[in-house]
């Protein structure tokens, strides 16, 4: 069992460090379509759908984290790191949602910053 374990740590290691990447691609492209939401038609539709791609990126980095800890015996503390990416994603979307650019432009900023921080760590 333990010789299992230790089998599937580097693919779910892997798995982990390409949703963290796919997250940070996606708040980047997230960055690019606002500036395309202030100058551009199609810049709000862009912008709409990469945020959906963004929670979803940030649901996968949850999933990638708990496939890293439960069969491949990882550490717990990314399931943390990624549960918390998940509530800024959260609160990401209702900013947007309520057009509060004052708070949702840093926070964005911020996220961006941390996903590069987590992904620099893998």
Do not use: D
Not at 5 to 20: D, K, V, Y
Not at 41 to 70: C, D, F, I
């Amino acid at each position: 069992m333990a010789t299992q374990a230790t089998a599937n740590a580097p693919r779910s290691s892997s798995f982990l460090q390409l949703a963290i990447a796919l997250q940070t691609l996606t708040i980047f492209l997230q960055a690019v379509s606002a500036g395309l939401l202030l100058t551009s038609s199609y810049g709000e539709t862009l912008h709409s759908v990469g945020a959906r791609v963004m929670y979803a990126a940030s649901m996968l980095y949850v999933l990638a984290a708990v496939l890293a800890w439960k069969p491949g015996g990882g550490p717990s503390r990314p399931i943390w790191y990624a549960s918390g990416f998940l509530v800024l994603a959260s609160v990401q979307v209702v900013l947007g949602i309520a057009h509060v650019p004052s708070v949702h432009l840093p926070l964005g900023v911020l996220m961006f910053g941390l996903s590069v921080l987590a992904l620099a760590r893998r």
